[in-house]
């Protein structure tokens, strides 16, 4: 049992604390420390998630009114850790922390085991908090917030944070070491900009907030989040896909390299497994703290603005069917259409939707307006606007104004399409029989007149005819239009005769090849590329039967070309006047191990020699 406990300081790392009292006691080692505190002799001195806090504060009930929950939510990185993570993981931390159960696993659960962002190497202090906290206790304490990964600057001074002498993580696993003035070495960071430090300052709030409150986010929900903001940014396509090279272009030139440096979190769009990437895409991984908070700030959002942001699904408009907007249908505000797409535009970046309804009447929308009874443009009136515009107008002789009225739209759109009306009527009226026959008399004698001429060539001649006659019957046109011909003057290929002239090239470039210094190899790549017809003799060797066998009896395979290339350092070696040894001959032929069974026999055979 313990006689007495020093006082837990507010926002003090529970590591502070233990090595406090180690300091008071006088024990002599670190290991009676453990036996008074956690029942246990080999305590690990664990900054960031310690273990055992259940068996702690058994002992400390005797002194201060403080319980698990406390003591784990303002003395850990509990929360900084588990924000991020699912509810049920989130738990298994907490009761691991507490029992002492499952050492291992409470740094994997919360993914910093295999983060890419490492712990700081040594314990970090504020020289002004330092003097302060002597001014004030007599004495100085490790604090939570300056230890914490992605802290840098003191947030309260708005100063770069120093780096102590004592390791975060001790190769004497169990030793708890104390802070104090003397400790103080450096400052952590040197020559940054004012923008920079800034950036730090802002950063360290979040990730201080992130250590202090639980948000219990739901990482499919904070993705969700996530794109719609980038969507904001017109950084998603309309298929809803992160545009990242984009986005990592603005990620960088909103932070700078300097503070990504820092951080640990560069991002490279080339780079298959940037964190970017992987984090605004679907995943299971579990991320860093510091780098959500650095894309929540880059998306211009706090950690509680985000909470209340709307999740929106992939479809910014909902989900269908919606309701037809054209007044002069039966079906009008009714949901019935199924087709919408999609589109952005060029100048805001704002989604606008489509909206089709099968009565031909199409109008748009943008993702900016909540009122579903909100037409943006109409894109299309339909058969059903059109006839009843004509029926009003024409029929029921209401005027130009009563119309618009009614359909909710200008009177000048009415004047115009009740007009148009009749326009579409002359269109669709049928062609008259002896004036398509009279056409395609005069289309026969055009081709008559242009026997060696091309379709395309005849079409010039009379292009308002063969327009006539492509509208009101294609099937006649194409079937009296003269059929594309070959071009006799084109040039037919004398593949024989360019067998041979291939053949005597492709003899006098493996000649030559044989006599480069250093040895080439001779394959069909080398041949093509010396005589400059490598497509030629890759694509087309079946029409070449002389080239072909000429090429196949000069060709190499991987150990033919060895033992040529071993020959050659063996002369060179000679002539040199080296000893010839087997490292050396592999080395400078430049083999590579396993070598061929001939290969290697003929080295033997000439060192035995």
């Known amino acids: 049992m313990i006689g007495f406990i020093p006082k837990l300081y507010s926002n003090e790392l529970l590591y502070s604390f233990v090595a406090r009292y180690h300091q008071y006691c006088a024990n002599k080692s670190p290991k009676h420390t453990s036996i008074d505190l956690f029942e246990h002799p080999m305590q690990l001195a664990v900054p960031d998630l310690p273990l055992k806090i259940g068996k702690l504060i058994n002992h400390l009930s005797l002194f201060i009114d403080l319980d698990e929950e406390e003591l784990i939510n303002s003395h850990t990185f509990y ?42 190497k040594f314990f970090h202090h504020c020289p002004l908090c330092l003097d302060e906290d002597i001014n004030l206790y007599g004495e100085t304490y490790w604090r939570v917030d300056h230890q914490l990964p992605g ?11 120093h780096e102590s002498s004592v390791p975060y993580r001790s190769k004497q696993r169990n030793l708890f070491v104390a802070a104090s003035k003397n400790h103080c070495i450096k400052p952590c960071l040197n020559n940054i900009s ?54 990592s272009e603005q990620f960088k030139l909103f932070y700078g390299e300097e503070v990504l440096n820092i951080l640990q979190s560069n991002v490279c769009y080339e780079d298959s497994n940037c964190w970017l ?52 249908a039966d079906h009008y505000e009714r949901p019935i259409i199924t087709k919408i797409e999609i589109t952005s535009c060029s100048k805001t970046k704002q989604l606008i939707g489509t909206f089709k309804c099968e009565c031909g009447f199409y109008y748009t ?90 379709i395309t060539r005849i079409r010039r001649e009379n292009p308002a005819l063969y327009l006539f006659l ?35 090239e492709i003899l006098m470039a493996a000649s030559h090849i044989l006599k480069h210094e250093p040895p080439r190899r001779i394959t069909i790549s080398s041949i093509g590329s010396e005589i400059g017809k490598r497509t030629l003799l890759q694509k087309h060797m079946h029409k070449l039967p002389k080239s072909n066998a000429i090429l196949n009896n000069y060709l190499e395979d991987t150990s033919v070309f060895q033992l040529r290339r071993v020959r ?22 430049g083999l590579k191990t396993p070598l061929k069974p001939e290969v290697k026999s003929l080295i033997k055979e000439i060192l035995e020699n």
């Not at 802290?151 to 944070?161: S, T």
């Not at 009843?388 to 909710?408: F, G, P, W």
């Open 470 to 504: 492509y509208r009101n019957d294609k099937k006649w046109l194409n079937d009296n239009s003269p059929k594309k011909v070959r071009d006799s003057n084109k040039t037919i290929i004398d593949w024989d005769n360019r067998d041979l002239i291939i053949k005597n």
């Open 277 to 328: 990437k992987a984090l605004t895409r679907k995943h299971r991984k579990t991320f860093h703290p510091v780098r959500h908070i650095l894309l929540i700030h880059f998306l211009g959002e706090t950690l509680e603005s985000i909470q209340h942001i709307e999740n929106i699904k992939d479809n910014p408009f909902g989900d269908g069917p919606y309701i037809c907007l054209n007044k002069a």
């Open 194 to 247: 004012l923008k920079t430090l800034e950036h730090l300052c802002c950063l360290a709030r979040h990730c201080i907030k992130i250590a202090t409150k639980s948000y219990n986010f739901e990482i499919k929900i904070l993705q969700s989040k996530y794109k719609n903001l980038l969507r904001q940014k017109g950084l998603l396509t309309i298929n809803g896909i992160v545009k990242q090279k984009e986005l």
């Open 79 to 120: 929360n900084y850790y588990s924000n991020f993570i699912s509810l049920d993981k989130k738990a298994f931390v907490k009761d691991a922390m507490i029992s002492g159960n499952n050492k291992g696993a409470v740094h994997m659960m919360t993914g910093v085991m295999a983060s890419a962002i490492k712990d700081k």
């Open 568 to 589: 050659f350092i063996l002369s060179k070696l000679k002539e040199r006047n080296e000893e010839i040894t087997e490292w050396k001959v592999k080395r400078v032929a």
């Open 365 to 454: 929308r943008k993702q900016e307006f909540s009122n579903v009874y909100k037409i943006s443009r109409i894109k299309q009136f339909g058969t059903i606007w059109l006839n009843t515009v004509h029926d009003l107008i024409h029929t029921k002789k209401m005027s130009y104004r009563a119309v618009a009225r009614q359909l909710d739209v200008d009177t000048n759109t009415i004047i115009k399409y009740s007009k148009e009306k009749h326009l579409i009527a002359n269109k669709e009226k049928p062609v008259d029989n002896d004036v398509c026959k009279i056409k395609k008399q005069e289309w026969v004698a055009l081709i008559e007149k242009n026997k060696d001429h091309s």
């Open 151 to 161: 802290v840098f600057v003191c947030v309260r001074h708005n100063i770069v944070l």
